[in-house]
T-cell receptor
């Protein structure tokens, strides 16, 4: 079946630095990718939707200048957390869909971000 | 607007017993409905999905769910629980097609006891 891969699975960064998380669709062309944030023992909150070659659409309350999303190709989207702070520590999950996935949305394994 | 309500944040069953996880949805258009499972520190795995075809949907690992429009429900069931079923389960709804963004419920933690 379709596979979506995230990298890194875990990352620790210092407060004030930036960190990039990659999301790749391995066996289908992902025309749309979604980025979610999940706090411990809570549900997934959609941060933004990105379509290949277009600017991402952010959900209300999500700072677009802080969470930079790039979807430059049909197999790769990146989320960059800029000037990270401890409150940005969270589990970030991407998902992807496209014609090759039968319009099913597949999720990556998630990335744990810890800001110290 | 679409929303999902999962009744019961924690459900505990004995191994071999019936599993029933409840999900009710709200949608302004015919919905697409999904159940995902999340094991600790991992992403989400699709269990099953309803896309306006058969109302009884069979998924992986012996799970199934029935779409009931009159009750706006999409409850997840499994006849006999296994220890490996212990995980977090999320119900989700999508409007306007399966490839649109998902709105998730708050999740139900399933515990399976010996």
């Amino acid at each position: 079946g379709a596979v979506v891969s995230q990298h890194p699975s875990r990352v620790i960064c210092k407060s004030g630095t930036s960190v990039k998380i990659e999301c790749r669709s391995l066996d289908f062309q992902a025309t749309t990718m979604f980025w979610y944030r999940q706090f411990p023992k809570q549900s997934l909150m959609l941060m933004a939707t990105s379509n290949e070659g277009s600017k991402a659409t952010y959900e209300q309350g999500v700072e677009k200048d802080k969470f930079l999303i790039n979807h430059a190709s049909l197999t790769l989207s990146t989320l960059t957390v800029t000037s990270a702070h401890p409150e940005d520590s969270s589990f970030y999950i991407c998902s992807a869909t496209g014609g090759g996935s039968g319009n099913t949305i597949y999720f990556g394994e998630g990335s744990w971000l810890t800001v110290v | 607007a679409q929303s999902v309500t999962q009744l019961g944040s924690h459900v505990s069953v004995s191994e071999g017993a019936l599993v029933l996880l409840r999900c009710n949805y709200s949608s302004s258009v015919p919905p697409y409905l999904f159940w995902y499972v999340q094991y600790p520190n991992q992403g989400l795995q699709l269990l099953l999905k309803y896309t306006s075809a058969a109302t009884l949907v069979k998924g992986i690992n012996g799970f199934e769910a029935e779409f009931k429009k009159s009750e706006t429900s999409f409850h997840l069931t499994k006849p006999s629980a296994h220890m490996r079923d212990a995980a977090e389960y999320f119900c989700a709804v999508s409007e306007g097609g399966g490839g649109n963004k998902l709105t998730f419920g708050t999740g139900t933690q399933l515990k399976v006891e010996l």
